[in-house]
């Protein structure tokens, strides 16, 4: 029994594609396309001329930080990114317990499939809950159906037992997700950045990376300290010590590129990682803007934590862009969107951000019926002044509806929300007693 989607205009991100038309999803796969006929037993769901989009997939976002909604600020107000790390989110990140994480994870999954988002590629961190605290966020996710892939955010800024850890719970996730390979859950060997590892530690992410032929999913330049620090301590270049160490692998994923200046893009042409573009985090972190244009490897598009509204980011990658009088065009934005479901789907090993036979049941049904002509030429105009994520109506994954009429059908939305709130309070009162 498969679900039929009648009467939609079916919009293609990769390529910029629009057809109207329907679609039949059937065993978490899209069967066919175009005109489709609806078999016995079908569901039939007639989307009124709306617009059916991929499942939007978050190319970088940690999930850790759901519950910093509102959160108070530090008592003396960080004047340097590394002042904003110390008194904020290391903060945070530390008052994480079990709980923390779990629930952290599923209110973060929840708001992502609220805005047509279905895959996450997060970036996880919780120094007093390390080994086993993936999991935790797998059973959070898993509440509410998404596809995650995952990692530990090692560091050596809690000593040897700490980075340790970090190791090992990357290890084990990984190893996990090898023998498992359900296309829902897959993982990549984490680093925080740079600036906060010993060689070592890079050197056995590298390792481990390649051992399970990962990738490493890494911060690299976000603020110009993580540069200066790497030349200070090893006399190199960053991207030259993530070469020498074994980080800069195609499968890996470099975050913000903020501060890579001209010397780095030899070595992004050569290895090919995948760079991840969040412009909101990096608007509110003041550290400039990041030359996405100029990066001769794959860009993505990720939230950095700020949700998982990937409609919004792509409106603030255009309007960062202009802004900043870069050349940045319409059609990169998109292939940015485009290009974390085209790395999601590498790590999951479905096919993810396509609407096409055998590709994988993730659709977004919006009420967005366009009011002025739509064509595979203005796709890109559509998305960043008209279709927000105020459109998602219906949402599936892996052919199962997760959303409805905008009523959440895998959970109890309102119990979450009551639960995340005391969670959440507990975690703000435990941040007080750290010390800034
Ligand atoms: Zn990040």
């Known amino acids: 029994m498969g679900v039929v989607l009648r009467h939609a205009v079916l919009v293609d991100l990769d390529p910029p594609g629009v057809q109207e038309g329907g679609l039949r999803l059937d065993g978490g796969f899209i069967a066919s396309r175009g005109g489709v006929n609806a078999e016995p037993g079908d569901t039939v769901v007639d989307c009124g001329g709306a617009v059916v989009l991929p499942g939007l997939v978050n190319g970088h976002t940690h999930l850790y930080s759901s519950l910093a909604t509102g959160m108070p600020p530090p008592r003396t107000a960080p004047t340097s990114f590394r002042e904003i790390l110390e008194r904020v989110w290391w903060r945070l990140d530390q008052a994480l317990d079990a709980d923390g994480v779990e629930t952290s994870a599923r209110v973060g999954s929840l708001d992502a499939v609220r805005c047509g988002t279905t895959t996450l590629i997060d970036h996880h961190a919780s120094p007093n809950f390390i080994v086993g605290s993936l999991d935790a966020v797998e059973r959070g996710a898993d509440e509410i159906g998404v596809r995650i892939v995952q990692c ?22 990984l190893d996990k997700c090898a023998r498992r390979r359900d296309g829902r859950y897959a993982a990549m060997a984490g680093a925080h950045a740079a600036f906060t590892l010993e060689r070592q530690t890079l050197e056995e992410l590298g390792a ?7 990738g490493v999913h890494i911060h690299v330049a976000e603020d110009a ?6 030349r200070r301590r090893f006399g190199m270049s960053l991207l030259d010590l993530l070469e020498q160490t074994g980080i800069l692998r195609p499968a890996s994923i470099l975050v913000h590129g903020t501060h890579l200046d001209a010397d780095a893009m030899p070595l992004l042409r050569e290895h ?8 909101r985090s990096n608007m509110n972190n003041a550290v400039g803007y990041a030359p996405v244009a100029e990066f001769p490897c794959p860009v993505i598009l990720g939230t ?3 949700g998982s509204d990937m409609l919004t980011e792509a409106r603030f990658a255009w309007f960062k862009a202009r802004d900043s009088r870069a050349s940045l065009s319409g059609e990169h934005v998109l292939a940015m969107l485009a290009g974390a479901a085209r790395r999601a789907s590498q790590a999951l090993g479905v096919t993810l951000g396509r609407l096409e036979p055998a590709a994988a049941a993730d659709v977004v049904v919006t009420d967005y019926v366009p009011t002025t ?18 459109f998602a109506k219906d949402v599936m994954i892996g052919g199962r509806w997760v959303m409805q009429d905008r009523r959440m059908v895998t959970c109890d939305e309102k119990g979450i929300r009551r639960r995340a709130r005391e969670q959440a309070a507990a975690i703000w009162k435990r941040m007080e007693l750290l010390s800034e």
């Open 152 to 173: 530990y955010e090692t560091t050596d800024r809690h000593g040897p037992d700490g980075a340790r850890q970090g190791l090992e719970e990357n290890r084990r996730y």
């Open 208 to 214: 481990l990376a390649s051992v399970f032929e990962a």
């Open 225 to 230: 300290c993580d540069e200066q620090e790497i």
């Open 272 to 279: 090919t990682p995948t760079v991840a573009h969040n412009p």
């Open 304 to 306: 950095d934590g700020i």
């Open 373 to 390: 002509p739509l064509t595979a030429e203005n796709v890109f105009g559509h998305l960043v002044f008209g279709l927000g994520p105020q």
